[in-house]
Each structure stands twice: as structure tokens, then as C-alpha cells.
């Protein structure tokens, strides 16, 4: 599974508001499952039993939020900005603004392993993430992360 052709516009969203790390999991939750098979609250409640694990930012601003839920076909992948960065247990300290959210079936073990490990190499780039917290519009976001993933062969 490569990163490039895992993303879709539609699972792109800017814009997005929160008060705290629960309530962020919580909006991302609403929003996402707008496409999927799955209520938002089993999405929240899957995400959140999962943040319990420990947390899962990356540090400078984004989070990969991800977790094995029953309902899916396929590896499921959105990602969310948000105006203000708020408190999520971030290694470095800093406020989070931005998630990877990634949803998988229980029985893809290799491949929700294999998107995570895409995700954070792509994000070791310093000029992608300025790209992503930046960028104007959802196909600014796609274009961005696209072309990176395609020169690390992603």
C-alpha cells in the first residue's frame, strides 16, 4: 500500500476547531465517518482507547491518531487541521494542530504498520509539515504530501 494513492481529497479537513486533545479526536471522529460503515462514536471511542496506550504525537505540531477497528475493508486515512493547537501529550511539549488519522481492519496488522511507518517517514521532512500547516486549501494538502511521498517511493 503505497501513501500517494491512500489519500483522498474528500478525507481532507482544514479548518477544524477544538478545545482539547479528547475533543479533537472527538471532531475528527464526526467528520470522518461521514464516508465509512461506522458510527463517530465507535470511531471515537476506538481512537481514544488507543490515545490511552500512550500518546500518539510525533512532535512540531502533528499526531497520528490510529487504531484497528471491525467494520472496515479496507485501511482508512484522513487527515485534519486545526486553527489552534491544543494539548495532547506531545513528546516535544508543543501544542498539536495537526492528525494522521489512521483506521484499519483488525486483520491487516502488516499493512496499518506499514501506512504508519509511510506517514512518519514522509513527516521527518521539515519542508512537508511547514507545507501542511500552511497550505490554503485541501488540494494544496494533497499536492504537498503526494509529491513527497512519491520522491521517498511512498
Given at each position: 500500500m503505497?501513501?500517494?494513492?491512500?489519500?483522498?481529497?474528500?478525507?481532507?479537513?482544514?479548518?477544524l476547531?477544538?478545545?482539547?486533545?479528547?475533543?479533537?479526536?472527538?471532531?475528527v471522529?464526526?467528520?470522518?465517518?461521514?464516508?465509512?460503515?461506522?458510527?463517530?462514536?465507535?470511531?471515537?471511542?476506538?481512537?481514544?482507547?488507543?490515545?490511552?496506550?500512550?500518546?500518539?504525537?510525533?512532535?512540531?505540531?502533528?499526531?497520528?491518531?490510529?487504531?484497528?477497528?471491525?467494520?472496515?475493508?479496507?485501511?482508512?486515512?484522513?487527515?485534519?487541521?486545526?486553527?489552534?493547537?491544543f494539548?495532547?501529550?506531545?513528546?516535544?511539549?508543543?501544542?498539536?494542530?495537526?492528525?494522521?488519522?489512521?483506521?484499519?481492519?483488525?486483520d491487516?496488522p502488516?499493512?496499518h504498520?506499514?501506512?504508519?511507518?509511510?506517514?512518519?517517514?514522509?513527516?521527518?521532512?521539515?519542508?512537508?509539515?511547514?507545507?501542511?500547516?500552511?497550505?490554503?486549501?485541501?488540494e494544496?494538502?494533497?499536492?504537498?504530501?503526494?509529491?513527497?511521498?512519491?520522491?521517498?517511493?511512498?
Open positions: 503505497k501513501l500517494q494513492h491512500s489519500i483522498d481529497l474528500e478525507q481532507i479537513h482544514l479548518g476547531v477544538a478545545t482539547d486533545g479528547e475533543n479533537a479526536l472527538q471532531v471522529a464526526d467528520r470522518i465517518v461521514e464516508s465509512l460503515p461506522l458510527g463517530g462514536d465507535q470511531v471515537m471511542q476506538a481512537l481514544k482507547d488507543r490515545e490511552s496506550l500512550g500518546s500518539t504525537s510525533v512532535g512540531g505540531g502533528f499526531a497520528i491518531p490510529h487504531c484497528k477497528l471491525g467494520g472496515l475493508s479496507q485501511i482508512e486515512l484522513a487527515l485534519a487541521r486545526f486553527e489552534d493547537g494539548e495532547f501529550n506531545a513528546t516535544d511539549g508543543r501544542p498539536v494542530s495537526f492528525f494522521f488519522i489512521v483506521l484499519s481492519p483488525p491487516q502488516a499493512s504498520l506499514q501506512v504508519l511507518s509511510q506517514i512518519a517517514r514522509v513527516l521527518k521532512r521539515s519542508e512537508l509539515r511547514e507545507q501542511l500547516l500552511s497550505a490554503p486549501d485541501e494544496s494538502v494533497l499536492l504537498a504530501l503526494r509529491s513527497v511521498a512519491e520522491q521517498e517511493g511512498l
